[in-house]
């Protein structure tokens, strides 16, 4: 039912040669932009990383700082007025959803926008219901913001922005950090509000597909900060495509024949290195996520972990890496993993587990120990005592083989997301585990980041390692379900 | 560190102190505890305290949930004790001596008087925030004593990641042992975790900002609240009850003759 | 409400550039995060090393003090980040309330010691006029702070009826520990954290980074 009466009007950007510098910069991040956006258009802005497409939604948005954080030139205005000026014509949806929530409370977190616009008090709580209802959100007005699932998070972000009744709305990223019924979510409550709203949209996205039959534009920044193309979707996607291949954009059916293959069939049944019965694992003691497992890793496989959100797919995988505690049952290690280890490797030393099962942390940042890539690197072989020869060598050999020898020096911390993903591998591939444990490597990944690794880890494991991936990424399991370990949240099965 | 992760979800419910908005638990805590800060007596401090204990006893506070909330006070009173027995003024007879330490009759006094007096200022403020929602403190803070609220809602926001930053604690803990680095150097692997959420939450709070300014935070236009904080008769007994405890306890330790202000 | 700052003074080290001296969404939130986070490492430290501090607290005569540095960093990260009037308040002062909230141990006694502390911190940046930053305005912000520490316990914690010899050696040790494990140490953390690129926009990350 369209509500005509509280729908705003589509607003319309003019950007003429526009362009920022970031006040630590000597280059600009964006030069020369033109760009006009008619009321109700649907724009895809694609690019490589660093090519300034945030910034460029920022600035559309009033938020990229004022002049201590960079300059701007040219004139960026929505309808005819400065972004700042106008708050609440644009509603801004960002890439992280835990980073966004604002208050504790679901109905309070929608009302802040309409509060900071001096909307009054009734008026309020009739838009922030309404703006739930949008975007399909059906939980109580107090119910904690802290406990909605990360595709929930991201519709509560987009009624905030709704309940301030702007007529263009910005997406950056909104579902890169989402798994598939998170996106799924997203992308329908957005369909639903342009539809009832007709307002004009700009969505940032590295997967094409995702937003693809929604737009009716697409427009690609290059890396030196300019535009590169300018059109209707499937022009762009089919001049453009190499280029935004090489750029890393997930252009549908981009992976192309150089994703690697699952193994078809095992040959004969391997020794598993780890096996685990009547497991129930929790991160508290009291908080038990999964009872009655029984899980085996046999060696020289890959196995992934899939499942919904919630059923404690990462809560396993650590406790099969011998750093949670079981909470019933044992996760045994075979006699040729533990090597004259005595117990479960809950019980091992730090150090005697760095051989034997490495573990890598969804955000890689969580991680990091030092303050340069090869220090990073050095950590594992440091703390084997491996002396000076075969440190630098295992250095070298992996800071060649994942491209990261141009930035050996660089900070951890000041990575690219690909960068810090795959410094966070190759740190735990230092040490040579028999087992690696990955909990969800590819989330948030560019094309060409996946392909490398997905690649690496095929090669390992056809090279004898032992592999387990949490992971929701379709095309992996393609690449990597060898075996498959499905949990619902109450039990276990295989699939394959 | 239960403490942190359960906060105020699962306190008790107290009669008649729930019903009271926040900055007047703020206000009543300051009000009876500035004067008893004042002076080291035990008459004031033992008056105060017993008083406060029966009031909590009224409104529903058990001995049990009374340990389990307090336990830091009830541990820092008798170390803030053995400290004044030390070295609190000597005056008196004198029983021991070591290099700077002296106890006598009067360090004694002291002792006692300030073992008292960190329980009757400490447990109140405890007990009546129990239970205190961050979201309504700031509420009140910003409506009802009329602080800035760009820097209360700030706050507020940047307060909310709290739960996010154990998260990240959790994870980084675990890391640790991964990595090879779990089993020796406390410090230094603490270090390292201090950094990382240091620069964690730092990022965090700058996307938290983009997004509150993309919904109209921080401009100069005057803001509405889509929830009224108030202040009604309950807030003006809490009030006069703190006001009473202090003048009670101040009064009978002058009338024992034991007022002692600090600073003579 | 633009406050004009001064022109810019030849560039020393530690030294800002003219800036606008009004607070930005971004410093008043990103001042609560590394309060929040501040104050949530305290009770985090407080599993490992509060024992200690308690025991030499109550049987030294003020050697107590010598850890309480670590306690009063939040005033010299929120100077030295944020660069704005009140920002060391603000920091030490909602992290002394997240404390007494979150941790639920000291009360209204910690945020009177967060108010204590961020006065003194506060002071040394606002005599250098909101324009210095560098490693003497840090170790200056600790001691202060350490100072206003001890002056709030002559009353919170009665300390005005200990020894003079007492009260000497705590005021020292207070202010030393300040000026090395809140000031120095501060300073450091500042430099490590611009160089990770996570104050790239503030003025202590830009100046870091200022070469591409």
Known sequence: MANTASSPTPAAVDVRGWGWRHASRLRPALEGIDLRIEPGERVLLLGPSGAGKSTLLHAMAGVHGGDDEGEAVGELLVDGAEPARVRGRSGLVLQDPDSQVILARVGDDVAFGCENLGVPRDEIWRRVRESLDEVGLDVAIDHPSSALSGGQKQRLALAGALAMRPGLLLLDEPTANLDPDGVREVRAAVERVLDRHGSTLVVVEHRVEVWADLVDRVVVLGLDGRLMADGPPDVVLSRQRAALLAAGVWVPGGLGPTAPRRRV????????????????????????????????????TSTVLTGPNGAGKSTLALTLGGLLRPLDGRVE??????????????????????????????????????????????????????????????????????????????????????????????????????????????????????????????????????????????????????RGIRLEPTNTRAFA | MSAVASGAVDAPRLRFI??????????????????????????????????????????????????????????????????????????????????????????????????VRVLAVGLPAVLLFMRVDPTELADGLAQVWR???????????????????????????????????GDTGVVRRFATMAFALLVLAIRRGSKLATAMEARGFGSDRPRTWARASTIGWSDWVLIAIAFAIAVAAIGAAIAAGTFHPVWS | MHASAPTPTASTTGAAPARNLRWRVVDIVVASVVAV?????????????????VAADAVTPGLGGIAVGIWLIGGVLGGLIIRKPGAALFVELVAAMVSAIVGNQWGVETIWSGLAQGIGAELVFAIFLYRRFGLLQAILAGAAAGAGAWTLELFTSGNLQKSAE??????????????????????????????????????????????V
């Open chain 1, 265 to 300: 069939a095992v040959d004969e049944p391997t020794e598993p290195l780890l096996t685990a019965n009547g497991l129930a694992v929790g991160r508290r003691p009291r908080d038990i996520v999964q009872r009655g497992l029984d899980v085996e890793l046999p060696r020289g």
């Open chain 1, 333 to 482: 290690a075979s006699a040729s993993l533990s090597a004259g280890l005595r117990g479960d490797p809950i019980g091992w030393r730090s150090r005697d587990l760095l051989t034997r099962i490495g573990t890598v942390f969804q955000e890689p940042e969580h991680q990091f120990v030092t303050s340069s890539v090869r220090a990073e690197l050095e950590v594992a072989p440091r703390a084997l005592r491996l002396g000076d020869r075969e440190t630098a060598a295992r250095v070298e050999d992996l800071l060649a083989r994942l491209r990261l020898d141009r930035i050996a020096l660089a900070n951890p911390f000041t990575l690219s997301g690909g960068e810090k993903r795959r410094l966070s591998v190759a740190a735990v591939l230092a040490a040579r585990p028999s087992v690696l444990v990955l909990d969800e490597p590819t989330f948030g990944q560019d094309r060409i980041t996946w392909l490398e690794l997905t690649a690496l880890l095929r090669e390992l494991v056809d090279e004898g390692l032992t592999l387990l991936s949490v992971t929701h990424d379709a095309a992996y399991i393609a690449a990597l379900g060898d």
């Open chain 2, 18 to 115: 729930d019903r009271v908005n926040p900055v007047t638990k703020l206000a009543a805590a300051m009000l009876l505890t500035a004067p008893l800060l004042l002076t080291v007596d035990w008459v004031s401090a033992a008056t105060a305290l017993v008083i406060e204990l029966v009031l909590f006893m009224a409104a529903g506070v058990r001995p049990r949930m009374l340990v389990r909330r307090a336990w830091p006070i009830l541990i820092a009173a008798p170390i803030a004790g053995i400290s004044m027995l030390l070295y609190g003024r000597p005056s008196g007879e004198e029983y021991w001596s070591f290099w700077l330490a002296r106890i006598t009759d009067g360090s004694i006094e002291l002792a006692i008087a300030v073992t």
């Open chain 2, 147 to 181: 602080l800035p609220s760009r820097f209360v809602l700030g706050a507020l926001a940047g307060a909310r990641l709290v739960g996010l930053f154990i998260e990240d604690w959790h994870a980084m803990a675990l890391s640790r042992r991964a990595r090879g680095i």
């Open chain 3, 37 to 53: 986070a501040t104050g949530l490492l305290f009770l985090f430290w407080n599993n490992i090393g509060y024992a200690w501090f």
């Open chain 3, 166 to 211: 007492f009260l000497t050696l705590y005021f020292c040790t207070v202010v030393v520990s300040g000026a090395v494990l809140a000031g120095v140490l501060g300073w450091l953390l500042v430099r490590a954290l611009a160089a990770t690129g996570a104050l790239s926009r503030f003025a202590a990350g830009q100046e870091a980074t200022r070469r």
